[in-house]
């Protein structure tokens, strides 16, 4: 049925289902993109463990993941205290 040719009820519910469609498409495409977020910091933690377990320097680590380096520090931490 055409948009135009909806009854005032029809044209309300109508409008409703839009504005819920809407807002469960704003909610799966905002998780999703947090999702894709956190898995390139997991790479890049992954890249950043394997460098510093084959005693790559900091500087080195930096540029092929642009970690800080206080993320870096805190990863050799991890590292070291799962090594304990």
């Not at 289902?17 to 933690?45: C, F, M, P, V």
Request: no cysteine; net charge negative.
């Amino acid at each position: 049925a055409e948009i135009s040719n909806f009854t005032k009820k029809e044209h309300e519910e109508y409008e409703r289902s839009l504005k819920a469609y809407r807002d469960l498409q704003n909610t799966i495409d905002y998780k999703y993109n947090i999702g894709r977020k956190e898995g390139r910091k997991e790479e890049k933690n992954l890249v950043a463990i394997v460098m510093i377990e084959n005693n790559e320097p900091n500087t080195k680590i930096i540029k092929y993941t642009n970690l800080s380096i206080k993320e870096i520090e805190e990863l050799r931490i991890e590292i070291k205290n799962h090594e304990t």
